[in-house]
């Protein structure tokens, strides 16, 4: 099968999941701002301990820049999907998908240890819980990190689209009855 051939064949094969595709793609978009936008213009001052940003914390620095890295690779993704020449490259999507995916649940991961901490506190070190100091900024991380799950859950499907893409062009490993026997 040619290079045209399997763009051709990806293309008209499956419409409903290249539009399932894209729009995923889209929608993480917005979703990825709103996370950085919430977490940019999230402080709080409080006359006793202080005032808290998001800079003063690495891990929610850490899922900023994963949010934005994540919305531009969703933007080149989404104008990339309709480009000929990407199509023909579904390993491309696959590994891309995959690496975003992954800096997602770490990025989530240190954002809600962060959270956990400031709920919860950590007795064994003598950390109190912030979150009554600092209700405001508590909840706006929640509401944060429920939109950087929303991404996540995104890119999991796409990861899973593009799996399937990929190994969707290869046929599956032919055993013959001998072959079978030996394994028994």
């Known amino acids: ?20 595709d894209c729009s995923l793609r889209v929608s993480v978009i917005p979703l990825s701002v709103a996370t950085i936008w919430l977490t940019v213009t999230n402080k709080q001052d409080n006359s006793i301990y202080g005032d808290v940003k998001f800079n003063n914390l690495l891990g929610v620095k850490y899922m900023v820049c994963t949010s934005a890295i994540c919305a531009a690779y969703a933007l080149f993704a989404a104008v990339a999907s309709w480009i000929r020449y990407f199509v023909t490259k579904a390993w491309l999507f696959f590994v891309s998908d995959q690496i975003v995916a992954y800096l997602m649940v770490t990025s989530g991961a240190a954002v809600m240890e962060i959270l956990y901490l400031a709920y919860n ?21 929640k509401v944060a990190l429920i939109l950087h799950a929303l991404v996540l859950c ?20 032919f055993f013959s009855k001998q072959d079978n026997e030996e394994r028994t």
Do not use: H
Request: charged letters at 15%; aromatic letters at 12%.
């Open 1 to 20: 099968m040619s290079t045209n051939n399997i763009a051709e064949s990806s293309n008209t094969q499956n419409p409903i999941l290249k539009l399932l």
């Open 121 to 141: 506190g950590d007795q064994k070190i003598t950390w109190s819980e912030a979150c009554s100091s600092y209700g405001k900024f508590c909840n706006q991380m």
């Open 154 to 173: 995104c890119f999991i499907v796409l990861a899973l689209i593009s799996a399937y893409r990929v190994f969707s062009k290869f046929d599956p490993p």
